[in-house]
């Protein structure tokens, strides 16, 4: 099994900044791309951003300038920086890892963690 504990949601004004934390645990062989959706009511889950083990990363345009993913491969934790927040980023956040890890044969698998809360008042 594998687990993704998420931290550092919360309540913070326009303009402020949050960071979150995604750490995996497990049986963990290698991740490949570690990332981050949001999901508000009534809408479809969304990528924010994701960074692949090498470095690359890949942002939505509504967040581009603003927020910043970065990861630490040998503590499998991924971070994300987020700054000069706006009301439309109030969503719960989902940090998910495409996992590699052996049952019987080594596969890739998509975990997901279980959601944190960031909200952003006026």
């Known amino acids: 099994q594998v687990q993704l504990v998420e931290s550092g949601g919360g309540l913070v004004q326009a303009g402020g900044s949050l960071r979150l934390a995604c750490a995996a645990s497990?049986?963990?062989?290698?991740?490949?791309?570690m990332g981050w959706y949001r999901q508000s009511p009534g809408k479809q889950r969304e990528l924010v951003a994701a960074?692949?083990?090498?470095?690359?990363?890949d942002y939505a345009d509504s967040v581009k300038g603003r927020f910043t993913i970065s990861r630490d491969n040998a503590k499998n934790t991924v971070w994300l920086q987020m700054n000069s927040l706006e009301r439309e980023d109030t969503s719960v956040y989902y940090c998910?890892?495409?996992?590699?890890?052996?049952?019987?044969?080594?596969?890739?698998?998509?975990?997901w963690g279980q959601g944190t809360q960031v909200t952003v008042s006026s």
């Open positions: 960074i692949t083990s090498a470095g690359s990363t």
């Open positions: 998910y890892a495409e996992v590699r890890r052996r049952i019987v044969t080594i596969v890739t698998q998509n975990w």
């Open positions: 497990g049986d963990i062989i290698s991740i490949n791309t």
